[in-house]
């Protein structure tokens, strides 16, 4: 059973840079099978998809964004990991990293199989 | 941007009730549509894929229909352990998710 755990500072200053990381236990994320994804949570609100990284490495994003997010990966280390640059008090939200499922012969993912237990990160 | 609105917001129901949720997409997603249970602090858990496709390990009691702009998740006998947040979400063109339905239990 893969398992999927976020770290990262909970408090980031305004304009600064957010940065979490993924670790991976349980499977491998150079597996072709799957794709490796960010999504937010405003508190009380729905989810926001950020963005994925495959195993090829390739990424894609959330254009809602406006380029401020950076997804990458360290296969040494099975984890993958978010930045996102310019932070202001509405990127405040639980953020989640989770796996999803290749949605057959598209090349995209599809829905998201296993989560993150979620880290909390406060712009202030 | 493909749209999800769910509907309700909230519902209250007891025990052994049969409960629907509805969510609609501002265009059509195919059956591309999932359906997550969410309890507080907890991460979402993937109840239902392709519209209608039960994840493993999850109970019979929960079933998804719909196809193109409307669908629904229905909870056939309502029980405690229902109490959460379902969201749906569609991957037809990326990756939306509706603004979550409260279930209560009465």
């Known amino acids: 059973q893969v398992q999927l755990q976020e770290s990262g500072p909970g408090l980031v200053k305004p304009s600064q840079t957010l940065s979490l990381t993924c670790t991976v236990s349980?499977?491998?994320?150079?597996?072709?099978?799957?794709?490796w994804n960010w999504i937010r949570q405003h508190p009380g609100k729905g989810l926001e998809w950020i963005g994925y990284?495959?195993?090829?490495?390739?990424?894609y994003y959330n254009p809602s964004l406006w380029g401020r997010a950076t997804i990458s990966e360290d296969t040494s280390e099975n984890s993958f990991s978010l930045k996102v640059k310019s932070v202001t008090a509405a990127d405040t939200a639980v953020y989640f990293c989770?796996?999803?499922?290749?949605?057959?012969?598209?090349?995209?993912?599809?829905?998201?199989?296993?989560w993150g237990q979620g880290t909390l990160v406060t712009v202030s | 941007d493909i749209q999800m609105t769910q509907s309700p917001s909230t519902l209250s129901a007891s025990v052994g009730d049969r409960v629907t949720i509805t969510c609609r997409a501002s265009?059509?997603?195919?059956?591309?549509l999932a359906w997550y249970q969410q309890k507080p602090g907890k991460a979402p858990k993937l109840l239902i894929y392709?519209?209608?496709t039960l994840e493993g390990g999850v109970p019979s009691r929960f079933s998804g229909s719909g196809y193109g702009t409307e669908f629904t998740l229905t909870i056939s006998s309502l029980q405690p352990d229902d109490s959460a947040t379902y969201h749906c979400?569609?991957?037809?063109?990326?990756?939306?998710f509706g603004q979550g339905t409260r279930v209560e239990i009465k």
């Open positions: 392709q519209a209608s």
């Open positions: 265009q059509s997603v195919d059956r591309w």
């Open positions: 990284i495959d195993y090829t490495g390739r990424t």
């Open positions: 979400q569609q991957y037809n063109s990326l990756w939306t």
């Open positions: 349980g499977g491998s994320i150079s597996s072709n099978s799957y794709f």
């Open positions: 989770a796996r999803a499922r290749d949605h057959g012969s598209s090349g995209y993912p599809s829905c998201f199989d296993n």
